[in-house]
């Protein structure tokens, strides 16, 4: 099955600084790479995706690539507000078989006024 | 319009007892999933119906753990003889259709057994 590594498990930014958050992926038929904002007691909130056949999308002050040979993606968050502070988790999932997402350990994001 | 909504939100069992969560996915939803996150961890997955039919269950941990989805809409996720280590967040998730991968998550059913 898939296996979706996460880093760094925290990490502390400077408000107006930027954020980037690593993961990598075992399953070359991984073809969807969500990411979600989980605040402290509340529900994961997806805050961007990507598909195989593109290398990067942004929205705003977040962004995600997407390396398919090496099998890694990546978030960034720039011009980090205290409101980003929350933990952030990437996952996987492939068309084939249940579309389950597959989750990285998450990252604790603290951005520090 | 309504997202995912789960009930209870916070239920407490004593080791042994039996425990019903339930979970209403976004409306016209075909797909349901169930995950379990560990205080700590990323959501785990569970099982995976589309529509009233249960095509996964390979997440499930062991067979005190039982889901349903009779009607494909609400589904229920049911624990028997409840155990320590059950202690976890129960997050329900709901998607448009097979052929996309977007999932919407529920606020979560956190359990602990005492």
């Known amino acids: 099955g898939e296996n979706v590594e996460q880093h760094p498990s925290t990490l502390s930014v400077q408000e107006g600084d930027s954020a980037v958050i690593k993961c990598t992926y075992s399953d070359s038929a991984s073809n969807y790479f969500p990411w979600y904002k989980q605040e402290l007691g509340k529900r994961p909130q997806l805050i961007i995706d990507?598909?195989?056949?593109?290398g990067e999308k942004k929205d705003q002050r977040i962004a995600v690539t997407l390396n398919k040979t090496a099998k890694h993606f990546s978030l960034h968050i720039t011009e980090t507000q205290p409101e980003d502070s929350a933990v952030y988790f990437c996952a996987a999932s492939s068309l084939s078989g249940a579309n389950n997402l597959f989750f990285g350990t998450g990252t604790r994001l603290t951005v520090i006024p | 319009g309504a997202g995912v909504s789960q009930s209870p939100r916070y239920k407490v069992a004593k080791r042994g007892q039996d425990v019903a969560l339930r979970c209403d996915p976004i409306?016209?939803?075909?797909?349901l999933f169930w995950y379990q996150q560990a205080l700590g961890q990323g959501p785990e997955f569970l099982t995976y119906f589309q529509n009233e039919a249960q095509l996964d269950k390979s997440g499930l941990p062991s067979d005190r753990f039982f889901a349903e989805r009779p009607e494909g809409s609400v589904s229920t996720l049911k624990i028997q003889r409840t155990q320590q280590e059950d202690s976890a967040v129960y997050l329900c998730?709901?998607?448009?259709?097979?052929?996309?991968?977007?999932?919407?998550f529920g606020p979560g059913t956190r359990l602990t057994v005492l």
């Open positions: 998730a709901s998607g448009i259709a097979e052929a996309y991968n977007e999932q919407f």
């Open positions: 990507i598909r195989s056949n593109v």
């Open positions: 409306s016209g939803h075909v797909s």
